[in-house]
């Protein structure tokens, strides 16, 4: 027997692996089942090398429970340890890198010091955060079959026993005795759900439990002449050794990424609109699958579905501040061994392969679009309305995607026509520039709102845009700030003749300045001053006779203001202007008008012009239907 302690100079170790190696205690299960998996693959590689010549058997790594222990054994026929490997590398931590982790632990910052004790190899050590004492069973590969292994025992503290033990058959049981604040995690659905997130993809048979099947009696039939059937137990497999994403794209059929992608999200019944393969080796090691899902206006509830891997070992699906947040939109896998496991958020920000890899997977995103672009433009249109918020994101976010989406990114006409930037910057450039020489892009945001608008735009040979997504408002700013020599304006955002302003003799007005003041001083005794403010504009007699208009740049704001969470113009209550086009007969009769029926007109005009933009409600909408029945009798 043995015994001895933890090679630290420290008697606070654990105390501290439990506080800093993980965020989470769950993470446990990752650790050591990976570590059994690490010690699996060894030996096939030293198989394949020749170095070991014995027969490889069954190499499936399986966890147990026994409720009545209280424990919870992870058990491997991996390469296994010798007593001397045991105190190598359990005892001593990793050669002592502990010690070094606790004299740096000191100075630094819970974060920083999570990012150095990722470094030493610790992960066994997880296994205390859930233990009140820990057992490790093993025997080495390089042993005969007649030799004893070895078994490791420790309580949690820096003091330890190891002992010879009869074992038959190679590698290593790690045996947890589950600490009673922690009795979930001897929970047979608890430990399922932790191996399905962490250990799904491993690339060694993870048996937990087992299940019965149905198999087909050869040679038997029933008496409709159907294959008789028995039930079989049988091992359960959690994991699928051979993921899609370790396959050659050229070996994979579209309905087998599909088919994967609702073994990722079972509970999401959409098929995605496209995927996107990741394959490089050079100058960092990266595979995946990434796939564009139909996102519309609901991005918001599709962030943080990535699945970020380590050599097939789950680290985490939140990795926004890693990857471009518009990238996080997306859903799927990538895995990279150049990702480090058991490190913080902060180091992974930080970490120069994660920024190179972010970098290459936002140029393959852009690749992939274009190239669906150019192959199939028809296509790509059809699926435009579901892709256009991911695409106005990177452009907004990201000036390197903006430069390369450019090419494929598409703008919509309200007769449904699409153009790309270019292409629609030629069709509108020889009408729709105003007096300064700047290009006006006429657009609107429901097309039946603004239906009236819209009209009279065309009527002018104005085409008008539909940007009724959720991010257009960031993005017509971005677009703004970009190319400098336009602007976008809603088509109701002011009269016709103000929308692009041309170099034009103004038009007369029937009403002089007293009249207009009289008029608007009418129509202020009636309509709600707190949100409305009266002017006049001279039109075409033929145009409407009163317009609600909002200005463009406080509604633009108070949009992308709500969109950001801020109150700064969000919270600030709506206001509009109510146009009086001087030139209506109704507007300028109403000079003629005695005092009751004067006021009888405003009225009907301010509630029709708040109608039409949807303003009217509640008591006001009431009584104008009311009022409108009784002018029908």
């Not at 490889?56 to 992870?74: N, S, W, Y």
């Not at 047979?188 to 087909?216: A, H």
């Not at 393959?364 to 106005?392: G, H, N, P």
């Not at 995607?401 to 450039?429: H, N, V």
Request: hydrophobic share 35%; with cysteine; charged share 30%.
């Amino acid at each position: 027997m043995q015994t001895g302690s933890i090679g630290v100079k420290t008697e606070n170790i654990f105390p501290v692996i439990k506080k800093f190696l993980y965020s989470e205690n769950e993470i446990f299960l990752r650790e050591i089942v990976s570590n059994a998996v690490d010690a699996t693959n060894k030996l096939k590689t030293l198989a394949s090398a020749g170095e070991f010549k014995g027969e490889l058997g069954d190499l499936t790594v399986k966890v147990e429970i026994d409720k009545q222990k209280k424990t919870l054994t992870i058990r491997d026929n991996g390469i296994g340890m010798t007593s001397d490997e045991v105190d190598k590398y359990i005892n001593q931590i990793a050669f002592s890198g502990a010690t070094e982790f606790v004299e740096k632990f000191k100075t630094q910052t819970e974060a920083e010091a999570a990012n150095i004790i990722g470094h030493f190899g610790l992960g066994f050590y997880s296994s205390f955060m859930v233990s009140n004492k820990v057992a490790l069973i093993s025997k080495s590969f390089r042993q005969a079959e007649d030799e004893k292994g070895v078994i490791w025992e420790c309580d949690g503290s820096p003091e330890y026993t190891m002992n010879e033990i009869p074992k038959g058959n190679r590698g290593t049981d790690v045996i947890l005795y589950i600490s009673d604040d922690c009795a979930d995690f001897l929970e047979e659905s608890k430990i399922r759900e932790l191996l399905n997130k962490y250990c799904k993809f491993l690339s060694v048979p993870i048996q937990f439990g087992t299940k019965n099947v149905e198999e087909i009696i050869e040679g038997e039939t029933d008496e409709e002449g159907k294959p008789k059937t028995k039930t079989v137990e049988k091992p359960w497999i959690i994991n699928d050794v051979a993921p899609l994403w370790k396959k050659s794209p050229s070996s994979i059929e579209d309905k087998e990424y599909d088919d994967f992608y609702h073994v990722l999200y079972p509970m999401n019944f959409e098929t995605p609109l496209f995927h996107i393969h990741l394959n490089v080796d050079y100058p960092f090691n990266l595979t995946g699958i990434l796939y564009f899902p139909k996102i519309k206006n609901r991005y918001e509830f599709q962030r943080n579905k990535i699945q970020l891997y380590c050599n097939e070992v789950f680290v985490t699906d939140s990795v926004d501040g890693i990857l471009p947040e518009f990238l996080t939109m997306l859903h799927g896998v990538i895995d990279s061994p150049d990702i480090p496991l058991n490190v913080s958020r902060s180091f992974l920000q930080n970490d120069q392969n994660v920024k190179k890899i972010s970098g290459y997977i936002t140029k393959k995103v852009a690749e992939k679009l274009e190239e669906l672009f150019k192959k199939d433009r028809a296509e790509y249109e059809k699926k435009w309305d579901d892709i256009s918020v991911f695409i106005e994101y990177g452009m907004i976010a990201d000036p390197k995607f903006f430069e390369r989406a450019e090419k494929f990114m598409l703008l919509k006409d309200t007769e449904g026509k699409y153009y790309t930037l270019e292409e629609y910057k030629k069709q509108i450039e020889e009408n729709q520039k105003n007096k300064d020489g700047r290009l006006v892009y006429l657009y609107a945001t429901n097309a039946d709102e603004q239906y009236s608008n819209i009209e009279n735009a065309k009527s002018k040979g104005y085409n008008v845009l539909l940007l009724d997504g959720i991010l257009d408002a960031h993005f017509i700013s971005t677009l703004e700030q970009k190319y400098g020599d336009c602007q976008f304006a809603r088509v109701d955002s002011a009269s016709i003749d103000k929308l692009i302003e041309k170099e034009e003799e103004s038009k007369e007005s029937k009403l002089n300045d007293e009249q207009k003041e009289s008029v608007k001083k009418a129509f202020e005794e009636i309509i709600d001053k707190t949100s409305f403010n009266v002017e006049f504009s001279n039109l075409n007699e033929t145009d409407a006779p009163v317009e609600v208009i909002q200005n463009e740049f406080m509604r633009r704001m108070k949009e992308m203001s709500a969109m950001n969470g801020m109150s700064m113009w969000g919270g600030m209550p709506d206001s509009y202007t109510l146009m009086l086009n001087a030139n209506n007969p109704v507007i300028a009769g109403l000079v003629d008008k005695n005092e009751e029926e004067q006021k009888n007109t405003i009225k009907q005009l301010y509630d029709l012009a708040r109608l039409s933009k949807n303003l009217l409600k509640g008591k006001d909408l009431n009584e104008f239907v009311k009022n409108s029945f009784e002018v029908m009798k």
